[in-house]
């Protein structure tokens, strides 16, 4: 018997696309299986063809967001850059970009599921700690070589200045959900991207 995960059929991605919007606008406590049926336009069984729960749903969706993010940053045209710093700002820049009106579609699946799960659903806890982790150490890297360029003495680490580019962006996500517009989102990340001008500005002590 195949596994569940394995199986492709275009009824299980209508329901894995649908549950990214609808886990984003609803939350995933409030999100029932009909709404996301609903949304997909399949039916209770086609659903639990594929999945045996919200959750096994969930996780699917989680690793679903991850493949088209990885793919989505992978084509960036920031990437392009020579300069380790460009990328870094052209990164943040990229982000600010893909902000818009329509905060369930521009907000991010992990940061959505973890503030509800973390406590309650350890799998769905792990499993976007792991894809943020992913981002992290992948943001890390340009992080890295831009600090050996620019400030090599400087005493923070790349990771953790990655880790702080995260918690911007997912924090700045919350604020633009709370006041239901991306504005206060797009003024984060300026702040952020100034930031980190000031800091590769530096002169770290010899």
């Given at each position: 018997?195949?596994?569940?995960?394995?199986?492709?059929?275009?009824?299980?991605?209508?329901?894995?696309?649908?549950?990214?919007?609808?886990?984003r606008s609803?939350?995933?406590?409030?999100?029932?299986?009909?709404?996301?049926?609903?949304?997909?336009?399949?039916?209770?069984?086609?659903?639990?063809?594929?999945?045996?729960?919200?959750?096994?749903?969930?996780?699917?969706?989680?690793?679903?967001?991850?493949?088209?993010?990885?793919?989505?940053?992978?084509?960036?045209?920031?990437?392009?850059?020579?300069?380790?710093?460009?990328?870094?700002?052209?990164?943040?820049?990229?982000?600010?970009?893909?902000?818009?009106?329509?905060?369930?579609?521009?907000?991010?699946?992990?940061?959505?599921?973890?503030?509800?799960?973390?406590?309650?659903?350890?799998?769905?806890?792990?499993?976007?700690?792991?894809?943020?982790?992913?981002?992290?150490?992948?943001?890390?890297?340009?992080?890295?070589?831009?600090?050996?360029?620019?400030?090599?003495?400087?005493?923070?680490?790349?990771?953790?200045?990655?880790?702080?580019?995260?918690?911007?962006?997912?924090?700045?996500?919350?604020?633009?959900?709370?006041?239901n517009s991306?504005?206060?989102?797009?003024?984060?990340?300026?702040?952020?991207?100034?930031?980190?001008?000031?800091?590769?500005?530096?002169?770290?002590?010899?």
């Open positions: 018997m195949k596994d569940r995960a394995q199986v492709h059929h275009p009824s299980k991605t209508k329901l894995l696309d649908a549950s990214l919007r609808v886990i609803k939350g995933y406590s409030a999100t029932t299986v009909d709404d996301i049926c609903g949304a997909a336009g399949v039916t209770k069984g086609s659903f639990f063809h594929h999945f045996s729960s919200k959750e096994e749903l969930a996780l699917a969706a989680a690793d679903h967001f991850a493949g088209m993010a990885k793919e989505l940053f992978a084509t960036a045209p920031y990437t392009h850059a020579a300069d380790p710093f460009a990328r870094l700002l052209g990164y943040v820049d990229f982000r600010n970009g893909l902000l818009c009106d329509d905060l369930a579609f521009c907000t991010c699946l992990f940061g959505t599921m973890v503030q509800e799960t973390y406590d309650t659903h350890p799998n769905i806890r792990a499993a976007c700690h792991g894809h943020l982790h992913d981002h992290v150490e992948l943001l890390a890297k340009d992080i890295a070589a831009a600090k050996q360029e620019r400030v090599p003495d400087a005493r923070w680490s790349a990771e953790s200045l990655a880790a702080f580019t995260q918690a911007v962006l997912q924090g700045a996500f919350v604020l633009a959900k709370a006041e991306p504005g206060v989102a797009a003024e984060s990340l300026a702040h952020l991207r100034r930031y980190l001008e000031m800091l590769f500005a530096e002169r770290a002590p010899a």
